[in-house]
């Protein structure tokens, strides 16, 4: 019998796996997909936490005011070249070239050195998909008025059967040619080629992500001038390499990952779970376990299915939270549907939104699948699964 099975290997789930396997405990994660951060840049929001604990229902109301420093310093231990603090952001570029701020970043998308340049120099790989190079000039020009912005366009031979047939190359296929052995020889003669017209010259660097990879690092402590990476439009190199190193930690720890399959149904005895069952090859499979943690993602990572009806929770039929005004009209602003999820006692555990009785002992939620939140007016997407998904190891 494993210690502990947690079901959904997103961000939530992948921490709660490390933290617990690095207690000692033995662990299986069953995923369906990968989670939404494959779709992020990488970087982490933990928004305005002290206004954000204010709010009676936040999920970061749940946990103590120090479990949330803990959760970020483990983040940043397990991977140091996340850079950053609570309570202060820093700057990255958007890939249309106008900056944004997230608290936790990895070092090669820190934007703080533009605010000394005199000269940007953007680079513009032949064919990348979804690469607006005079959006992005325009930008730069609005944002840091004291610079003259170059774009310098490049074309590398391993993609020329591409451009030859007129095939875009993505934001994710060039940062996984920098990483290979070619890649990194082209990178230095590629950026060999930048000349600096002036002392305060900064490259701008699309499809880059140098984040977990040496080699690359090393490139770029070479030049003679600063390079930011600049994020891409979803599915983003950022967020996968952090997908593939939490992956890649939690087994290091012994932990085992079931992928692509989803939990069908979790078998229960009164008031505990005792088995998730799966389906593999047609046939049912049950994974017994002491504890579970439910982190199956909300609305966007299937754990809430939402028909014209109703919104339900697809494993146990959990009670949800549900605004009772679905929708706003306004576009971007605050939906009141992200707030459907979960409701939690201190310890994760789920309860009635009603009566607050904890539905089942031996379970818990983290992650986007708790209620009272939105990932975007909040600004805290990564804070709250990084936090609640760090506890909820740390409790298994
Ligand atoms: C495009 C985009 C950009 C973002 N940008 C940022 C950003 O810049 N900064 C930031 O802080 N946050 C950002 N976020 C938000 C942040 O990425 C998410 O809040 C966080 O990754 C959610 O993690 P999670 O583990 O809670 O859920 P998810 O990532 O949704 O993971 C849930 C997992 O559960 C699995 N699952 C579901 N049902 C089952 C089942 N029955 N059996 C097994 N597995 C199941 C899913 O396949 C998935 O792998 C962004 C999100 C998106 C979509």
Request: proline share 6%; net charge negative; hydrophobic share 40%.
């Amino acid at each position: 019998m494993w210690d502990g099975i947690i079901i959904g290997g997103g961000l939530a789930g992948l921490i709660a796996g490390i933290r617990a396997s690095e207690r000692g405990k033995h662990v299986l994660i069953i995923s369906e997909g990968a989670g939404s951060l494959t779709y992020s840049s990488g970087a982490l929001n933990f928004g305005d936490v002290v206004q954000l604990r204010s709010r009676e229902n936040h999920p970061y109301a749940l946990i103590e005011e120090n479990v949330i420093q803990a959760g970020m310093d483990y983040f940043q231990k397990l991977f140091p070249d996340y850079q950053g603090v609570c309570g202060r952001t820093q700057t990255l570029f958007t890939p249309l070239g106008s900056p944004r701020t997230a608290n936790i970043i990895p070092s090669g998308q820190n934007a703080a050195v533009l605010q000394d340049a005199k000269r940007i120099v953007l680079m513009a790989p032949e064919g990348m998909k979804d690469f607006f190079s005079k959006i992005i000039k325009t930008n730069l020009k609005i944002c840091y008025p004291q610079c003259i912005v170059d774009i310098y366009p490049f074309r590398i031979s391993a993609f020329e059967a591409w451009h030859a047939i007129g095939k875009p190359v993505t934001g994710m296929e060039y940062a996984r040619y920098w990483q290979s052995g070619p890649g990194i020889a082209e990178l230095k003669r590629v950026l060999a080629g930048v000349t600096i017209t002036c002392s305060e010259t900064v490259v701008l660097f699309p499809g880059l992500a140098t984040a977990f990879s040496e080699p690359l690092k090393e490139v770029l402590s070479e030049t003679p001038f600063p390079v930011i990476e600049m994020t891409s439009f979803p599915p983003s190199a950022g967020g996968h390499n952090l997908y593939n190193a939490l992956k890649q930690k939690f087994k290091s720890l012994g932990g085992e990952l079931l992928m692509g399959t989803g939990v069908q149904r979790i078998e229960l005895q009164e008031k505990e779970c005792r088995k998730a069952i799966v389906s593999s090859k047609g046939r049912p499979t049950a994974f017994a376990a002491h504890s579970f943690i439910l982190a199956t993602g909300g609305i966007l990572g299937g754990g809430i299915e939402v028909t014209a009806e109703a919104a339900q929770e697809t494993l146990l039929g959990l009670p949800l939270y549900v605004p009772a005004e679905w929708t706003k009209s306004e576009f971007l602003g605050e939906q009141p549907y992200a707030h459907t999820g979960i409701e939690a006692d201190s310890d994760l555990r789920p309860v009635d939104p009603g009566t607050k009785e904890v539905l089942f002992e031996n379970l818990r939620v983290a992650g986007r699948m708790l209620a009272h939140w939105d990932p975007w007016t909040d600004n805290c997407g990564g804070g709250v699964s990084l936090t609640s998904g760090w506890y909820a190891g740390e409790k298994l």
